[in-house]
């Protein structure tokens, strides 16, 4: 039986390959070489101080790069002293570092570092976006990638291969968005930990890398380990056009590969597709919910930023003007393309139809302005609409292609991008790919030799704190229901960013946030009652229902509940990225045998786990008791054998200590 090309790529960086024979298996855990990483910002300060405190000195990657694109905007002096000291300790430490404004990692990554067939490993969820050129790409949290640049490696479970065929061609009008939208309403949210997703079949043929690169863009809203395409003819013009030729290799799956799953999407017969307020999976057709009225729309994020998204954007703008009871706002994905619309007339285009141009960074997408009015409908090409993302409670936030958003602006209510010809007489401007881009990386600082290394000062402000290293885990565990959650709990309900997000160097201050948007007026935070708890020496607890943990990598959901004082997760299932940030910090993540239980525990009850230690060490379970003995139940460790060493080690950073230093 032949390969698939996830297998191909996993089985050709297999760390040890002595271990597994030569073969891998789904379900198995593996460790794999890592040839490049990236890290953002919000979560590659954290990042970096963790790589310090393991004493690493220069990465042991091919290529590492370091990325400011999240927290740009610079409101009081934390965003400025995390750029400083990110550009200090990538200097030192033989990493690349793209300065703020030279866009989004996502978006500069594929532009400019990503290879078919390599490994790429990211403190970002959107890592997989890689996968658009043939890319290996996995997001996990920053503790992960910062072990991966001390080692050079990283471990997950080999993951089961669902194959998406592509069949047929996109009709006029029609996006890649469209595509992962279709899935996204059919395959959902949640129940896709332990998949990757593989795209073949001769629809891909047609589809260019930035349009590969939106849909494996949005795989991490599927909760995928990965998410792939083919490398070949398209993906050499792409890297001819970025001057990177000699980094294309053709790569497929083999002819006979054998896939776990497989699924057909018929690109001809798609229809303009919206993921309605609040979950990337509320998908409906645009016609369903055309004619609502819309107050905002905004392009951008690593999504929908590509030079080719933003030329259709300004091409059906020429000439027009925005409806004026619409903000409009575009945030070009990188400084490469903000250059080429610029130098080609584009960007006038869109400033002229009323545009709003914002920094080529994240912007908007977490939160950094743009925030809608209240009961206001946004319609943003972005991948996530999770409630109050967008900074406003109660938010109503559409997920939606390029061309159904400024279809969308020009008329102020939702509209069906097909209409265009029939309302403005538009003709339908196919785009092609640049023969050249624009290439400029002044904006990327190169590592530095090993002897200019050694002059660099790593500047580190007083915002940022170095985070504390979780407790060892007791014997017993005596813990109190802090909360008592219900599905779908994402990484943005447990860790605001928004306004908050200038925080994430400085872990007491942004733990008074966790849970935020379930903390009520005049009563005590969930940050004060957990403190409170941790005072009197008693751990707390979350309980939660099915896929607790969704979205994001940020490792800040783990680290702060556990600065509060949290010991363990009891959820019905929990997200991939989500269970290893919890190990890595010391939180025991736990999964109900019977999903039943979850309607016995009530919040604020106390909840005791007498074998605890034990358990961990040999048992794929643990007996959970109610403290006045109203009921128990049996809770599952669903952990590999490192998994277990680390919780046993009080955490991924010591574990790796040990390792390391002997
Ligand atoms: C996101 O889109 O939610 C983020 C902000 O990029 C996060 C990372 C973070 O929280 O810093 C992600 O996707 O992992
Ligand atoms: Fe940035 Fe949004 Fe992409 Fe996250 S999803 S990396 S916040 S643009």
Redesign the pocket.
């Known amino acids: 039986m032949g390969q698939t090309l996830v297998y191909k790529i996993l089985s050709r960086h297999i760390a040890a390959p002595e271990q597994v024979g030569g073969k891998i298996a789904a379900g198995q855990p593996i460790g794999i070489r890592i040839d490049q990483t990236l890290t953002?910002d919000?979560?590659g300060t954290t990042a970096f101080l963790l790589f310090e405190s393991m004493g690493a000195g220069r990465v042991k990657t091919d290529i590492s790069v370091s990325y400011i694109d999240?927290n740009i905007a610079g409101f009081g002096p934390e965003n400025h002293n995390d750029h400083l000291y990110l550009q200090t300790i990538a200097a030192k430490s033989g990493v690349y570092h793209s300065r703020a404004g030279n866009g989004i990692c996502h978006q500069v990554h594929l532009e400019r570092f990503a290879r078919p067939g390599a490994t790429l490993l990211g403190?970002?969820?959107?890592t997989p976006t890689a996968g658009g050129i043939g890319t290996l790409a996995i997001?996990t949290g920053g503790l992960d990638v910062a072990v991966a640049m001390t080692i050079g490696q990283f471990y997950l479970t080999c993951p089961k291969v669902l194959g998406v065929k592509l069949t047929g061609q996109l009709g006029q009008w029609l996006a890649a968005k469209d595509v992962i939208l279709k899935l996204l309403g059919q395959l959902t949210t949640k129940g896709n930990v332990g998949w990757a997703v593989e795209y073949f079949g001769e629809g891909t043929k047609r589809l260019s890398v930035p349009q590969r690169a939106t849909i494996t863009n949005m795989g991490?809203e599927l909760g995928v380990t990965t998410s792939i395409f083919a490398s070949d003819e398209q993906t050499r013009k792409f890297l001819v056009a970025q001057k990177r030729e000699k980094d294309y290799q053709p790569l497929t799956a083999d002819a006979d590969a054998e896939y776990d799953r497989i699924i057909e999407v018929n690109l001809g017969e798609l229809e303009p597709m919206a993921a309605c307020p609040s979950s990337p999976d509320n998908v409906k057709t645009v016609a369903e919910i055309a004619g609502i009225q819309t107050e905002q729309v905004v392009i951008g994020s690593c999504t929908n930023s590509s030079f080719a998204d933003l030329m259709m954007v300004a091409k059906v703008l020429k000439g027009k003007r925005i409806n004026n009871m619409v903000e409009f706002a575009v945030a070009p994905g990188s400084r490469e393309v903000l250059n080429m619309l610029a130098e080609n007339g584009a960007l006038a285009d869109m400033i002229s139809a009323g545009a709003r141009v914002l920094e080529s960074g994240?912007g908007p997408?977490?939160g950094q302005g743009f925030s809608p009015g209240d009961g206001a409908v946004s319609l943003r090409t972005f991948?996530?609409n999770f409630p109050d993302r967008s900074g406003t409670r109660g938010d109503k936030v559409y997920l939606v292609s390029c061309e159904t958003a400024v279809a969308s602006a020009l008329t102020g209510q939702i509209t069906d991008p097909r209409d265009l010809p029939k309302l403005f007489g538009l003709k339908y401007p196919k785009i092609e790919l640049p023969d050249e881009f624009t290439i400029n990386d002044n904006m990327i600082e190169p590592p530095l030799s090993e002897e200019e290394t050694s002059k660099v000062k790593v500047l580190r402000g007083p915002t940022i704190v170095v985070p504390e290293p979780p407790p060892s885990l007791p014997k017993e565990l005596q813990s109190q229901v802090l909360i008592k959650c219900g599905d779908k709990i994402t990484?943005?309900h447990i860790m605001p960013?928004g306004a908050f997000l200038k925080l994430?160097s400085n872990v007491p201050e942004y733990a008074k946030v966790v849970f935020n948007c379930f903390n009520e007026e005049d009563k005590p935070t969930f940050a004060e009652r957990a403190l409170q708890l941790k005072q009197k020496g008693t751990a707390g607890v979350i309980v939660a229902g099915e896929s607790y943990g969704q979205?994001?990598?940020?490792e800040?959901a783990a680290l702060c509940p556990m600065h509060l004082g949290i010991r363990a997760v009891i959820a019905k299932s929990i997200e991939r990225i989500h269970k290893a940030n919890l190990i890595n910090f010391c939180i025991v993540p736990v999964e109900f045998a019977e999903p039943g239980d979850y309607d016995k525990i009530k919040a604020a009850e106390m909840l005791q786990i007498d074998n605890l230690l034990e358990a961990i060490k040999n048992s794929d379970e643990v007996k959970i008791v109610e403290k006045n003995g109203k009921y128990e139940f049996v809770g599952k460790l669903k952990l590999s054998a490192r998994d277990r060493e680390i919780l046993l080690s009080a955490g991924l950073l010591n574990y790796t200590r040990k390792k390391v230093n002997g």
């Open positions: 953002q919000a979560t999240h403190s970002d969820s959107h997001g991490a994240c997408c977490i991948n996530r990484t943005d960013a994430r979205g994001s990598s940020r800040h």
